[in-house]
């Protein structure tokens, strides 16, 4: 399971997390390195990136949304594995990474 900070506009104008630019580059990753196919893995995102201001801070709220989201999925996808890309994706995983 692969969770990424936040869509791009890319992402949302296709519909799936990582579109674009930013999935040729976590294809080739993948491919290269894990020796994986996208296809083998579960990826999404946190939605936290407000669309309107990109640039505002993101609340306690709106990670616990984005955390009991993250973790329905988890339970569902059952992963072996998880990668977090990001501070905010790791954040919305692990609240206990906000005191550092």
Known sequence: MIVGEAPAK?????GYPFAGNSGELLEHVLSRFAFINRDDAYVTNTFLRPL???ESKITDDEYDRVRSRLH????????K???ALGRPAIR???P?????
């Open 96 to 100: 206990e990474v906000s005191k550092y």
């Open 10 to 14: 890319e992402d949302i104008a296709h």
């Open 72 to 79: 329905t999925e988890i339970l569902q996808v059952r992963p």
């Open 92 to 94: 919305a995983l692990i």
């Open 52 to 54: 309107q201001k990109p």
């Open 81 to 83: 594995y998880i990668l």
